[in-house]
């Protein structure tokens, strides 16, 4: 870890135990990337960040030879760069034992293969749990990729365009829970109540009915009892108008960092299931199966949905 540059940067290096499937790890999070505000692009991610007050732009990539992440840190947030070390790691899942879920997954007839295709597969995070659950809420019975077009609307609604940023690709910032709380998103592309649900969502984060970040951005979990603590926020969350299990676990997976979520009713999850065993067709019949894999379901989700992925870069060719 360097101290900061006079210059205004910083470079934090995330050790991770190999192996670790970066190019895996970028595609999942490329074609969620949301507009104007992240992107992947040359083999790395980059966005804009406001934190502790101050802004400035995280680049991270792999390391052409080091078992680590390379964070590059422009502007002011530099001087915070020992800080940012903890959320990242969280983010970017360094801290994963590949050779312990693969160990757990070894005599598992339908998980083995995917774990020997994927190895250092990971669980992505996120750099805000309200953006993810935002992102959740507009991705509910639509594409990955119609979701990305209707949050890239919100942002360029909702969101603030940064002055004089030296990246187009991520000059804004996504909208604070207050603007969008408060927003007209008549004509956004959604249903009326699932409108209702994310801006329902937003007023409870303002008022503090929800809390929605585990971790506050420094190294230590925002509760000592972890199960308590994922308990109470996944039940104040779906408390919820408009949010329901899929959209709770999904988060659990990425923001919370739980390694045992399950977004049981995921229709690629469901699928994926019922194509290895037709008998079991509902959520009640597969929880056995998936029960199998405790305490990793969020790996097994990860491998199941890399799965489908990967057959369909193979044919695009790519």
């Given at each position: ?20 499937d ?18 992947v ?10 934190f ?6 995280l680049?991270?990539?792999r390391?052409?030879r ?9 502007g002011?947030v530099?001087?915070?760069a ?8 969280r983010?970017f ?7 312990a ?12 293969p ?46 603030q ?20 709380a ?14 209702a ?26 509760s ?20 329901g ?11 919370w960092?739980d390694?045992?979520?399950?977004p ?5 999850l ?21 029960d ?13 949905w890399?799965?489908?992925a ?9």
């Amino acid at each position: 870890m360097e101290a900061p540059a006079p210059t205004g940067s910083a470079t934090l290096e995330l050790p991770f135990r190999a192996p670790y499937d970066w190019p895996r790890v970028l595609r999942f999070f490329a074609g969620r990337a949301t507009p104007g505000v992240e992107i992947v692009e040359d083999g790395a991610w980059r966005r804009a960040i406001d934190f502790r007050d101050v802004s400035g732009t995280l680049t991270v990539r792999r390391h052409v030879r080091k078992r680590c992440l390379v964070v590059q840190i422009d502007g002011p947030v530099s001087a915070h760069a020992a800080a940012l070390a903890a959320p990242l790691a969280r983010m970017f899942d360094t801290q994963a034992d590949p050779a312990a879920i693969a160990a757990h997954f070894a005599d598992d007839p339908w998980l083995a293969p995917l774990v020997a295709a994927a190895p250092g597969l990971r669980v992505p995070g996120a750099w805000s749990g309200f953006e993810l659950v935002v992102r959740a809420i507009v991705g509910q019975q639509v594409s990955v990729k119609a979701a990305t077009t209707i949050i890239g609307r919100l942002v360029q609604r909702v969101g603030q365009r940064i002055e004089s940023h030296p990246h187009e690709h991520t000059a804004w910032r996504f909208p604070t829970p207050a603007a969008l709380a408060a927003a007209d998103l008549a004509g956004i592309g959604m249903p009326g109540k699932r409108v209702a649900a994310l801006q329902g969502f937003a007023d409870a984060v303002v008022s503090g009915t929800v809390a929605i970040e585990r971790h506050s951005h420094g190294d230590r979990p925002a509760s000592a009892d972890t199960a308590c603590d994922l308990d109470a926020m996944r039940a104040s969350l779906l408390a919820l108008p408009g949010i329901g299990p899929w959209t709770v676990e999904y988060v659990a997976m990425r923001a919370w960092r739980d390694q045992n979520a399950w977004p049981a009713t995921d229709l690629v999850l469901m699928q994926a299931i019922t194509a290895r065993d037709p008998a079991l067709l509902r959520p009640a019949q597969q929880r056995a199966r998936s029960d199998a894999w405790q305490p990793w379901r969020a790996y097994a989700a990860m491998h199941l949905w890399n799965e489908l992925a990967d057959r369909a870069s193979a044919a695009r060719g790519g």
